[in-house]
C-alpha cells in the first residue's frame, strides 16, 4: 500500500507540472491575443480640395527661389507588435527527458506502470497462494498481455500514443510470462521451443507497431528482446552454431528495418549484442574456431554493408557510424589473430574490401568524412596485416611500400587536411622499423647484406614523399600540405643523419670520421641544392640550413683528428677540405641567388651572410690545423698569419664582386685584428736576425702589400656603392692606409737596424729615409692641395724631430749626431728654398 501511494505522490508532481504548463501557455497565448488588438490611433485628419491643393501649393518655391516653405512633418505610424511573440526570446530550457516524456499522455503511462506493478504483484500473490495450476498462470498471463495488445489496436486512432505504451506494456508482460514458464517453476511449463516461438511473435508484433507508428525507440527495444530471448530459455544443451545463426538471421531482419527506416540505433544495437554472443562462445570454447570465425567474417561483412549503406543515404558518419566501425573493426582483427587460419591473409582481404567501399562512395561523391571512415579500416587491417606476414628487412620494405602508396592516394583522393595528415603519420612504422635495422648486430660485419636494403627503402619512399608534396608552385601554395612536406623532410633528414653515422662506423674502407662527414655533407648539399633551385620560397631555404648543423660538428671533429700529427697526407684533411670547399659554394650559391632579381632579396642575402660567419670561422681553423701540422715556431705563427689575410682578402674582394653593402663589408675587416695580433711579435725593432729574409721580414712585407692592394681595392669600390655609404667605406679606407703606413714607417726602421750593426748608421739612415719622404709627401699635398699627403708628411717630419729632440741628442755617438743634425737641417732648408723659389714663379706668371 505504501507504494501505491507513493506512486499516486508521482503522478501528482508530474500532473501539477503537466497542468502548470499548459496554464502558462494560455496565458501566454492570452497575451499574445491582447497585443494583436488594434491600438487606437490619432484622429485622422481630413482634408478638403481646396485644402488639399492648398498643401501642396505651400510646399513649392515661393517668388524668392532661395526661400522655402517646410510642410508639417507627418506623424509616425506605429509599428504593431511581432507576429510570434517568443521570435526574439531565448529558447527555453529543455526539461529532463522523463519529466518530457511523462508530459504527454502521462496519465495511460503513470497507469501503465501502476498496472504493470500490480498485475506482477498479483501473479506473486496468486502463486503464493497456489489459487491457479503454473499452465493457467501461464495462460492468463498470456491472456493479459494479449488483452493489451487489443487494449492497444483500439486506442490506435484515437491516441498514437496510447498505442505504442500499451504495445510496450503488453511485450514486457507476455516475455515476463514466457520467462516464467522457463525459470519460476522446477521443470519449464512451455517447452523450449515452443516458448521461443512465441517470443519471437511477440517480439514481431512490437516491431510492427513500430514500423506502423514510426517510433524508433520501440524498434530498438524489439531489437533488444530478439537479441536477449535465446537466453530467456531453458535449455539443456544449447547449440552454439544455431544460436549465431539465429542471431545473424535476426540481424539482417532488422537490417532490412534499417534498410527503410533508417533507424541506426538499430543497427547499434545489433552490432553490440552479435560481439556479445561471439565473446561469449570464444570464452567458452564451445564452438570450434573455424565455425566461430566463420561467423565473424560473415557478421563483420553485414555490418560493413549496414555501415556503407547509411553514409551512402546520409553522405556523412555520425557517431553511431563511427561505433560501429570501430567495434567491428576491432573484433575482426582480434578473432583474425587468434582463431583465423591465415590471420595475414584474412586481414589482407579486409583491407582490400574496407578500401574498395571506401574508393566507391569517394566515386559516387560522399563527403571526406565517410570515405576516411573505412580508408582507416583498411589501413588498420593492412598495417596489422603486414605485421603478421614479414619481419625484419622484409618488414620496413613492405611498411615504406604501404605508407609512400597511401600517401600518394590520400594527396590524390582526399578533399580534407586531415586524411592527408593521418596517412603521412603512416610513415611511423617504416620509420621506427628502419630504426630497429640500424641497430642489428649484422652491421658490425659491414654495409653489404640484407638488413641494409630496409633502410635505404625507408630513405627512398620518404624523401620522393616530399618531393611529390612540393612538386610544383600549385602544391606549395597549399600551406597545410606544405607543413607536412616539412614534417616528412625533417624525418628523412633524422633517419638519414643516423644511417650515416652507422654506416660511416660500419665501413671499413675509410676512416671513420671522414665518411661521417662525406655522408653529412652530402645530404646537407643534396637538400639544399633541390630547396633552392625547386622551392622558391625564403622560410624554406633558411630553415634548410640547419641541415649544416651536423656536417659541421662533424667536419669540426676532423680537425682535432690525430693524424694531422703526421702532416696532411690524410683523409682527415681530405674531409675538412671538402666540406669547406661545399660551404663556400653554398654561400655563392645564396649570394647569387639573393642578387638575380630585379631587386636584391634581403632575406636569402642574410641568409647568405649567415653562411658567410661560417665559412669564416672554419676556414680560418683549418687554416690553423694545416700549419700547426707542417710548421712550428715563428714560421707557423707567420704564415698562418699571412695566410688569415689572404683568406680575408678574397673574400673582401669576392664580396665587393657581389655588390655586398659596405656595412656586411665592415665587420668582415674586422676579423684582419686576428692576424694583426699575431704579426706582433714580429715586429723586432732591434733588427732581425736572420736578415732581410728573415720569416718575420717576410710575413711583414706581404701583409703591408695585401693592406695596400685591399684599400686600392675598396678606394675603387668606394664609387659603386650608395651615397649613404660612401663615407664610411672613406674613412676604412683611410684606416687601411693609415695601417699601411705605420707598418712602413716599422720596416724601415727595422730593416736599417738589421743591415747596419752600429746602431747610430741605422739610426741616421733611417731618420734621412723619413725626412726626405716626409718632406716629399708635404710638398706634394702643398701642390695638389691635398690634405691625407700633407699629413703624411707632418707626422714623419715629426716623428724626425721628436726622435732628434728626444732620444739623438742625448744617445747618439758626436760624429754621427753631427752629420744627421747637419743633413736633415741642410734638406728642411733645401725643401723651403725650392718651394720658395716656385711660389715666385707662379706669382710672377700671374
Known amino acids: 500500500m505504501e507504494f501505491l501511494l507513493f506512486v499516486g505522490f508521482i503522478a501528482l508532481i508530474f500532473s501539477h507540472f503537466s497542468l502548470r504548463n499548459r496554464v502558462e501557455e494560455l496565458e501566454n497565448k492570452a497575451d499574445f491575443l491582447e497585443r494583436r488588438q488594434p491600438m487606437p490611433t490619432e484622429a485622422k485628419e481630413e482634408f478638403s480640395p481646396d485644402e488639399s491643393v492648398t498643401m501642396v501649393q505651400s510646399m513649392v518655391v515661393t517668388e524668392d527661389p532661395t526661400e522655402i516653405v517646410i510642410p508639417k512633418a507627418v506623424a509616425p505610424i ?32 503513470i497507469g501503465s506502470v501502476i498496472f504493470f506493478l500490480g498485475a506482477v504483484w498479483f501473479v506473486s500473490y496468486a502463486i503464493e497462494q497456489n489459487w491457479i495450476s503454473p499452465l493457467m498462470r501461464i495462460m492468463l498471463g498470456l491472456l493479459l498481455a494479449g488483452a493489451i495488445y ?273 596517412s603521412a603519420l603512416l610513415f611511423v612504422f617504416p620509420f621506427f622499423s628502419g630504426i630497429v635495422n640500424l641497430s642489428a648486430p649484422v652491421w658490425e660485419t659491414g654495409i653489404f647484406h640484407v638488413e641494409a636494403l630496409g633502410v635505404l627503402c625507408v630513405i627512398i619512399t620518404l624523401g620522393f614523399a616530399v618531393v611529390w608534396s612540393v612538386r610544383n608552385q600549385a602544391l606549395q601554395a597549399i600551406d597545410w600540405l606544405r607543413k607536412i612536406a616539412t614534417g616528412l623532410l625533417v624525418a628523412w633528414y633524422l633517419f638519414a643523419v643516423a644511417t650515416s653515422f652507422v654506416v660511416g662506423t660500419a665501413q671499413k674502407s675509410f676512416e671513420e670520421g671522414f665518411m661521417i662527414t662525406m655522408l653529412l655533407t652530402t645530404i646537407a648539399s643534396m637538400v639544399i641544392l633541390y630547396t633552392v633551385f625547386s622551392i622558391p620560397r625564403d622560410s624554406w631555404r633558411g630553415v634548410i640550413l640547419l641541415t649544416l648543423i651536423a656536417p659541421t660538428f662533424a667536419a669540426t671533429a676532423l680537425l682535432s683528428d690525430q693524424a694531422w700529427s703526421t702532416g696532411i697526407t690524410h683523409q682527415s684533411f681530405l674531409g675538412a677540405l671538402a666540406y669547406l670547399i661545399v660551404l663556400i659554394s653554398i654561400m655563392l650559391l645564396y649570394w647569387i641567388v639573393a642578387r638575380n632579381g630585379e631587386e ?108 695596400f692592394l685591399l684599400g686600392t681595392t675598396l678606394l675603387e669600390y668606394r664609387q659603386q656603392v650608395p651615397e649613404g655609404e660612401k663615407e664610411s667605406l672613406r674613412v676604412v679606407v683611410q684606416a687601411l ?31 734621412f729615409v723619413y725626412t726626405v719622404t716626409g718632406l716629399i709627401a708635404y710638398n706634394r699635398g702643398r701642390a695638389t692641395g691635398s690634405k691625407v699627403w700633407r699629413r703624411v708628411g707632418f707626422m714623419l717630419l715629426s716623428a724626425v724631430i721628436l726622435r732628434l729632440g728626444l732620444v739623438d741628442v742625448w744617445e747618439m755617438e758626436l760624429v754621427w ?26 706669382s710672377t706668371q700671374k
Not at 706582433?680 to 720569416?695: E, R
Not at 712602413?744 to 752600429?758: D, H, K, Y
Request: charged share 10%; aromatic share 12%; net charge neutral.
Open 150 to 422: 487489443v487494449v492497444g489496436i483500439w486506442r490506435q486512432t484515437v491516441e498514437p500514443v496510447q498505442y505504442q505504451v500499451l504495445t510496450t506494456l503488453g511485450t514486457g508482460v507476455f516475455l515476463g510470462t514466457v520467462i516464467a514458464s522457463q525459470f519460476a517453476f522446477s521443470t519449464p511449463v512451455l517447452p523450449p521451443y515452443f516458448a521461443f516461438i512465441l517470443m519471437l511473435g511477440s517480439i514481431g508484433y512490437t516491431l510492427t507497431v513500430a514500423l506502423k507508428a514510426k517510433t524508433q525507440w520501440l524498434g530498438i527495444m524489439a531489437s533488444i528482446a530478439g537479441l536477449l530471448a535465446p537466453v530467456l530459455i531453458k535449455v539443456d544443451e544449447p547449440l552454439s552454431a544455431l544460436l549465431l545463426t539465429y542471431v545473424f538471421l535476426l540481424s539482417i531482419g532488422f537490417a532490412a528495418v534499417v534498410f527503410f527506416t533508417a533507424w541506426r540505433g538499430i543497427s547499434l544495437t545489433l552490432v553490440l549484442g552479435s560481439s556479445f554472443y561471439l565473446s561469449l562462445l570464444f570464452d567458452n570454447g564451445t564452438l570450434h574456431e573455424n565455425i566461430l570465425w566463420f561467423f565473424v567474417v560473415i557478421f563483420s561483412l553485414l555490418f560493413c554493408a549496414t555501415i556503407a549503406v547509411s553514409i551512402f543515404r546520409n553522405d556523412d558518419p555520425d557517431l553511431i557510424d563511427v561505433s560501429m566501425m570501430a567495434i567491428v573493426t576491432l573484433q575482426f582483427i582480434l578473432y583474425a589473430n587468434q582463431i583465423a587460419i591465415f590471420p595475414d591473409l584474412a586481414l589482407f582481404i579486409a583491407a582490400a574490401i574496407t578500401g574498395s567501399i571506401g574508393y566507391t562512395l569517394r566515386k559516387r561523391g560522399i563527403a571526406a568524412d565517410g570515405v576516411s571512415l573505412f580508408l582507416a579500416a583498411s589501413l588498420m587491417c593492412s598495417l596489422i596485416g603486414t605485421a603478421k606476414m614479414f619481419d625484419g628487412y622484409i618488414l620496413t620494405i613492405a611498411y615504406a611500400i604501404e605508407a609512400l602508396t597511401i600517401y600518394l592516394l590520400s594527396i590524390r583522393l582526399a578533399t580534407v587536411p586531415r586524411s592527408v595528415v593521418i
Open 817 to 842: 749626431r753631427v752629420l744627421t743634425f747637419l743633413g736633415i737641417g741642410l734638406l728642411f732648408i733645401i725643401t723651403a728654398l725650392v718651394e720658395r723659389s716656385q711660389n715666385k714663379v707662379v
Open 78 to 109: 506605429p509599428i504593431p507588435p511581432p507576429l510570434y511573440p517568443g521570435f526574439l526570446s531565448q529558447e527555453p530550457a529543455r526539461d529532463f527527458f522523463l519529466v518530457a516524456w511523462f508530459r504527454e499522455q502521462a496519465l495511460i503511462k
Open 737 to 767: 692606409y693609415v695601417i699601411v703606413g705605420v707598418l712602413i714607417f716599422s720596416l724601415i726602421w727595422i730593416m736599417s737596424q738589421t743591415v747596419f750593426t752600429n746602431g747610430s748608421i741605422a739610426v741616421t739612415l733611417a731618420l
Open 600 to 707: 636584391q632579396n634581403t632575406v636569402v642575402g642574410n641568409y647568405a651572410y649567415v653562411l658567410l660567419w661560417v665559412v669564416i670561422g672554419y676556414g680560418l681553423l683549418f687554416i690553423n690545423t694545416i700549419w700547426d701540422a707542417l710548421l712550428s715556431g715563428d714560421g707557423e705563427r707567420v704564415v698562418t698569419a699571412v695566410s688569415h689575410v689572404v683568406f680575408i682578402y678574397l673574400i673582401v674582394n669576392v664580396l665587393m664582386l657581389l655588390r655586398v653593402s659596405v656595412y656586411k663589408l665592415l665587420p668582415v675587416l674586422a676579423v684582419l685584428f686576428i692576424p694583426g695580433m699575431m704579426l706582433l711579435p714580429s715586429l723586432a725593432f732591434t733588427g732581425w736576425s736572420k736578415g732581410l729574409m728573415d720569416i718575420n721580414a717576410v710575413g711583414l712585407y706581404v701583409t703591408t702589400t695585401m693592406l
